[in-house]
Structure formats: structure tokens, C-alpha cells
């Protein structure tokens, strides 16, 4: 199951079962140095599907939402780069 290959995938890495993933695709340090700073860990694979969180402006990063878990969460929404980027 996903959630039984997500907590093999957080062992491989040294991680406890507890700790919270994010996935950032493009370069956003605040929104990275926030997540850090909580006790978040990044994925730096940005099409592992070993996440909580996802963050990314684009559709083509956001993958596949019917593969999407119940706990996981994509902040995309449609033309969001006109608010997120100069």
C-alpha cells in the first residue's frame, strides 16, 4: 500500500514515521525556510510521490490528483504564478 511505501521511504532516509515531507518545484527560500524551520523535511525528487505537502505553480508539477493520497496536499490553483512570481 502508499502509506506502508511512504514509511519505508522515510526509514531509507533516517526519518521517524511522524515527520512531515514537502515538495517545493521552483526556487521560493521563504516558503522552504518556513516548512525547515518547523521540523519539515524536503523531497528533493520533485515527481516522488512521497509527500504531505506539495507546493508548485505550475499544473505540469502537481502530477497526477487521482494518485493523490487523503493526507496529501497540492496548493496549486489555476493562474496562481500571477500572484506568486514577479
Known amino acids: 500500500s502508499f502509506i506502508s511505501d511512504f514509511e519505508d521511504w522515510k526509514r531509507r532516509n533516517g526519518l521517524e514515521p511522524t515527520t512531515r515531507v514537502f515538495i517545493i518545484s521552483g526556487a521560493f527560500p521563504g516558503i522552504r525556510q518556513a516548512l525547515l524551520s518547523r521540523g519539515w523535511v524536503e523531497n528533493e525528487d520533485r515527481s516522488s510521490p512521497f509527500f504531505d505537502f506539495k507546493y508548485c505553480i505550475y499544473l505540469r508539477d502537481t502530477g497526477d490528483h ?21
Open 66 to 86: 487521482a494518485e493523490l493520497q487523503d493526507f496529501q496536499v497540492v496548493n496549486f490553483f489555476a493562474r496562481n504564478c500571477e500572484v506568486t512570481s514577479k
